[in-house]
Every structure is written in structure tokens, then in C-alpha cells.
T-cell receptor, first 113, second 115 residues
Framework: GQNIDQPTEMTATEGAIVQINCTYQTSGFNGLFWYQQHAGEAPTFLSYNVLDGLEEKGRFSSFLSRSKGYSYLLLKELQMKDSASYLCAVSCVREAAGNKLTFGGGTRVLVKP | NAGVTQTPKFQVLKTGQSMTLQCAQDMNHEYMSWYRQDPGMGLRLIHYSVGAGITDQGEVPNGYNVSRSTTEDFPLRLLSAAPSQTSVYFC??????????????FGPGTRLTVL
């Protein structure tokens, strides 16, 4: 099976930086995803990492270390609209990549003025 | 493109009733999935399909059936509703290959309450 851990909640100030960590234990790792989900809405895709290193996409960056079973999502220049839950999800090689994902419980980020 | 659509948006059932949650996508995606989301538990996969006529079970398939007769539609059937099935249900789809194939698109969700 797979085990994915991420903090339940984080609070940060507008304009600041927040780092959301995700640790996982799995066999046959085949990629890690980050999704954003605003309250009452559907998740939307943010990033996908399959190789070690940092992927940058505007104000959001995602990092992966496969040997450590560790990823983080970095949100820079926080805006009020970034208040949402951030879901870490892992895919295994035995499963169709991106289709059959195992999700963590999500990290709720609250951005304060 | 409408993307991934789900109906109904809200539903209240009594224990023992059956119903079908509808999901459709107009992006010609091969892969479609059903998830349920409960507070503090993230999304859990119920069933998925890699193409018309092909379905398989996810983590929590008991009490649910699916079929995939067309590429566009992937309905989820609750056979005999139970209070434990109270949840938010999301349908998702993605391509099987090509640029950006890992991006999974989610529908708006169906909020189901079983009394």
C-alpha cells in the first residue's frame, strides 16, 4: 500500500512564502502530483514531478526527492486567493500514471492580510 | 468544451435507495475515474476506466458499480445507499498519452447525503 503524510493546516501572511511538505512511502513510484482545491470546488492540477529536482511554474514550485520519499510545494508572494487546500498525490508503476492516484489528506493553507 | 460535467450537484437519499451519478466529458479522454472525498481523508479512488468497455476497482469499490459503454460517459451506480456513502463524489478524466497527459481534470462534484 501507499502512505502519504502532509500537515493538516498552515497559516501564512500575504506576500510571504509557504512550503508544504509531503512524505510518502510506496513501492514502484511513478510520479507525484500537487493539486489545489478551493472550498466547495473541484481540485485543479498544479504540478507533476517524476524526476528529482525543482519544477518552477510562476509563483508555485514543486520539489521531489525520490530517495527520501519527500516532496514540497512552495508558494511564493502569497495572495489571498491562495487560501485553499493543497493535495499531494502519488502514482505507482503498477497503476496507470495519473489515473489511479493515492491522495494525502490535504493541507489547508490560510493566507492572512 | 464543457470539460467534465457531473449531475446532479446535490442529492439526498434514504438508506436502501439506489441511484446513478452521471459523469460526462467532451475532451475525448481515454481515462476516467470516480473518487469520493470525506473530511480529512483526501480523495479515495472508487473505480476507474482506461477506455470504453474497460473498468477496474480502486481503493473503495464496495457498494458501487460502474460501466463505460462510450468514451464520453462514466456513470457511477449506488446499489443500496448507506449513510457511510455520504460524501462528495468527483469524476475525473485525462488523456492516455501525449503532451500534458498527466493533467487530470475534475468535474464540479456531487454532494450526496444518505439519511
Amino acid at each position: 500500500g501507499q502512505n502519504i503524510d502532509q500537515p493538516t493546516e498552515m497559516t501564512a501572511t500575504e506576500g510571504a512564502i509557504v512550503q508544504i511538505n509531503c512524505t510518502y512511502q510506496t513501492s514502484g513510484f511513478n510520479g507525484l502530483f500537487w493539486y489545489q482545491q478551493h472550498a466547495g470546488e473541484a481540485p485543479t492540477f498544479l504540478s507533476y514531478n517524476v524526476l528529482d529536482g525543482l519544477e518552477e511554474k510562476g509563483r508555485f514550485s514543486s520539489f521531489l526527492s525520490r530517495s527520501k520519499g519527500y516532496s514540497y510545494l512552495l508558494l511564493k508572494e502569497l495572495q489571498m486567493k491562495d487560501s485553499a487546500s493543497y493535495l499531494c498525490a502519488v502514482s505507482c508503476v503498477r497503476e496507470a500514471a495519473g489515473n489511479k492516484l493515492t491522495f494525502g489528506g490535504g493541507t489547508r493553507v490560510l493566507v492572512k492580510p | 468544451n464543457a470539460g467534465v460535467t457531473q449531475t446532479p450537484k446535490f442529492q439526498v437519499l434514504k438508506t436502501g435507495q439506489s441511484m446513478t451519478l452521471q459523469c460526462a466529458q467532451d475532451m475525448n479522454h481515454e481515462y476516467m475515474s470516480w473518487y469520493r472525498q470525506d473530511p480529512g481523508m483526501g480523495l479515495r479512488l472508487i473505480h476507474y476506466s482506461v477506455g470504453a468497455g474497460i473498468t477496474d476497482q480502486g481503493e473503495v469499490p464496495n457498494g458501487y458499480n460502474v460501466s463505460r459503454s462510450t468514451t464520453e460517459d462514466f456513470p457511477l451506480r449506488l446499489l443500496s445507499a448507506a449513510p457511510s456513502q455520504t460524501s462528495v463524489y468527483f469524476c475525473a478524466s485525462r488523456r492516455s498519452g501525449g503532451p500534458g497527459y498527466n493533467e487530470q481534470f475534475f468535474g464540479p462534484g456531487t454532494r450526496l447525503t444518505v439519511l
